[in-house]
């Protein structure tokens, strides 16, 4: 395992300087996703390499391939360790504030950070990369689809969305709305657009 970080290297996202001796595997695993989230957000996806990311974080190459199959992979997972905080998915009782509230942050996280062009070439690349592919759908987007579909039907539950309504195709509706303006731009997305989303896809699924 490599244990000191280049000179070079010093002062850039991610970097950590390691001291010897065996690690968990959860450890090094934490390092590494972290290194690549701070790189992604930090700079883009195009100067990630495994070559850089041993260095940074500390954890050799051999460690890396086995654990991610490819360099879209590994962003796609760096990615996701990044954001997941910043789009957990409130539940504060209130389901128009809460649908409200998250979108709004996706919104900003998408917008107003490197996040938005990072994960539209995710997606892009995911189109020819068949083991970013998979980890697209199995770590980020089922990921993201479970939490709001557990929130929508815990809505359900207490009264405030019918019971007939398919939690799935409302979860299409409204983060579907937004891919689609940030994959073709033709209009902007912004936290106006999601609060209507929020205003008008409950005008017709909302108890009365």
Request: charged fraction near 25%; aromatic fraction near 6%; proline fraction near 4%.
């Amino acid at each position: 395992m490599t244990n000191q970080v280049a000179a070079s290297d010093v002062g850039q996202p991610g970097a950590r300087a390691r001291g010897r001796g065996r690690r968990p595997a959860d450890e090094v695993r934490g390092d590494v996703l972290r290194t690549v989230g701070e790189l992604l957000l930090a700079e883009g996806i195009a100067d990630l390499t495994f070559e850089r990311v041993a260095r940074l974080s500390g954890v050799s190459k051999t460690t890396l391939y086995k654990w991610w199959p490819s360099k879209g992979a590994l962003a796609l997972d760096g990615y996701f360790h990044a954001v997941q905080q910043t789009l957990a998915f409130p539940d504060t009782g209130d389901i128009r504030a809460d649908l409200r509230d998250q979108l709004r942050a996706f919104v900003h996280l998408m917008t107003t950070t490197p996040a938005g062009r990072i994960l539209a070439e995710l997606i892009g690349q995911s189109q020819t990369d068949p083991d970013l592919a998979v980890a697209y759908r199995t770590l980020y987007s089922s990921e993201r689809r479970r939490l709001a579909a557990e929130r929508l039907r815990a809505a359900q539950e207490a009264g405030q969305v019918r019971d007939d309504v398919d939690v799935q195709v409302v979860v299409d509706q409204l983060w579907g709305a937004v891919y689609h303006r940030l994959l073709v731009p033709d209009e902007p997305v912004t936290e106006a657009f999601a609060d209507a989303l929020v205003t008008n896809l409950l005008g017709g699924i909302a108890e009365d």
